[in-house]
């Protein structure tokens, strides 16, 4: 339960960021900062869960590098 706590930093520097983000246009605004931080962390928490199911068998960099940007597209704002 502690890895889901929204008082831990992980998810403060995560509401920082997005909310930056909104403001300067690069993410929209169309959902909430909590809804964004939400999709995101359980994104982050998708990709590190199937890697180890996979014992480790493929490179969890390579990855995220090919897959996050397909999930942040969706998070695009108009800048």
Known sequence: ??????NRAYYKLLRQI????QE???LTTDYTVGEIV????MFERGLMYDWCLADGGYALARNADRLMPM????YRGEK
């Open 1 to 6: 339960r502690h890895l889901l706590s929204r």
């Open 18 to 21: 997005i909310t930056q983000g």
């Open 24 to 26: 300067n246009g690069e």
């Open 38 to 41: 939400k999709a995101y962390a």
């Open 71 to 74: 999930f942040l597209a969706n």
